[in-house]
């Protein structure tokens, strides 16, 4: 096995998600860009999306990633917007566009144009999201968008599967699509429940981080597994499981945490960015299948497939945020109002994805009897098509259009205060706490011991408060800034004579790493306390 061309990828996927961050075209949108200029370079392996490795291995960790990054009780607060989208939407996007593509492409069989429905149905899950905590949307609509597309992708692989059926002549039915639909969805939630308690168990029982982070790593390919292995929804089992873990991750050994938090960001950053470059890369083998579509005529299935799934998602948005509200009580007392702004950012961020590339890939090349899947090559550009044109145009334009229209941003201000009150509380509980346990004999301590874990205290909760305080007029430094660079400016001449001894041969290389991972902890610390 040739391993170059993924090394290629990995690492050129990785330095253009870098250099993005750099400059005002989200990473996503520079990596399909770089990978669609970079298909036709002479040299460059072919890289095709094969759906056996996205569904099973990239899907199950990037959702693992997003949930556990998500709120579970902001979530539930959203529930009834989210099931809208991830379920209703999904659905009514499916019958429009395959009812839309039927219509308009001569020859194109109803089943087929289904088909093509259920694969461009749902949204991208890190596309809108990264764009929307990069211009700070509020949080009520980042948390819409990210509980839609925690499980979009379940009811679109779910529809497609209906819908297949019936295009390759198993004879499938509505009856038979609800009751497969039930039993994915039903069987995904309860695998994600026997799961998720017993394996918190174990994140909470064993004590080597080690062992721990590669259980981490496994658990989401786990319940994947599990779930498809009984025909229920993977994608359901990933997400329940991971709210568990992330609502729980308190719990778990600090040292964990710490250890599982920056494996798991390597793995998204990697992931993603590969993803991304991994759509642009796929024109050649798209445009190579197109066979007898091809020319004007092929240009304007696509431009119409697009405008389809773009105004199919505002027609639904639309009555879907502003309808409830009207006709129920409980819904108006429980929910903030929604205003046209938000339904309109909502319904704009609504860009496809690898999901949908992979679930294309993975239609047959024939249906019973030996015949080819009719429109095969056609429903894979429409595909290819439509996921370039919604992260270009969406894309593009979804930070100018936010600015636009003048979303109420996040409130620092207000979060640093509401930080300042908790972090207060906590530091006088563990005052109380403190002097409890020094007021037992057995817990005697010299008194410069004793104030210096108050001095710490003082210092937590001193540090959010000074995050507040105006900048320093001479550097424009605000306090936690100057504090987290005098600490590092202290820690590094720390290490700088730890390594002059351990060159002396004064110490040896193992208590060097020694001094020097306890370091690492305090300069971690010190940043942590100042931001």
Known sequence: MDVMPLLMLVAGSAAIAAAGRRTPVPAPLLLVAVGLAVSYV?????YHLDPHIVLPLILPPLLHTAATDSSYLDLRAQLRPVALLSVGYVLFATCVVGWAAYVIIPGLPLTAALVLGAVVAPPDAVAATAIARRVGLPSRITTILQGES?????????????????????????????????IAAIGGIGVGLVLMVPIHWLRTHLKEPLLLNTLSLLIPFVAYAVAEQVHASGVLAVVVVALYLGHRAWE?????????????????????SSVFALIGLQLPVVLEGL?????????????????????????????????????????REREEDPTWKDAFIVSWAGMRGVVSLAIAFSIPQVVEGGEPFPGRNLILFLTFT??????????????????????????VQGETLAEANAQAQASLAAERRLDELLADERNALPE????RLR??????????????????????????DTYRRLAREMISAEREVFVKLRDGRYIDDEMLRTLLRRLDLEEAAAYREAT
Do not use: C, H
């Not at 002479?42 to 072919?46: A, C, E, I, L, R």
């Not at 778990?252 to 993603?272: I, Y």
């Not at 579509?293 to 639904?316: D, H, I, K, P, S």
């Open 455 to 480: 001095g710490v205290l003082e210092r937590r909760r001193n540090a959010v408060w000074e995050r507040l305080g105006q900048p320093n007029p001479i550097t424009g430094e605000t306090a936690d």
């Open 150 to 182: 925690l499980v979009n992708d379940a009811t679109a692989i779910t529809a497609y599967r209906v819908a297949l059926a019936a295009a390759v002549g198993e004879g499938a039915t509505w009856a038979g699509g609800i009751s497969e639909f039930l």
């Open 386 to 411: 439509t996921v370039i044109g919604t992260l270009v145009v969406q894309g593009l334009t979804l930070p100018p259009l936010i600015r636009l229209l003048k979303l109420p941003g996040r409130d």
């Open 448 to 451: 410069p011991l004793a104030a």
């Open 42 to 46: 002479p040299g460059v392996p072919d």
């Open 252 to 272: 778990v050994d600090f040292a964990t945490r710490l250890q599982e938090g920056a494996v798991w960001k390597m793995v998204a950053f990697v992931l993603e």
């Open 291 to 331: 066979g007898e579509y091809e020319g004007l005529e092929t240009a304007w299935y696509a431009l119409a497939v697009f405008l389809v799934v773009v105004v199919a998602r505002f027609v639904w948005v639309y009555p879907s945020t502003f309808l409830p509200p009207r006709l129920s009580t409980r819904i």
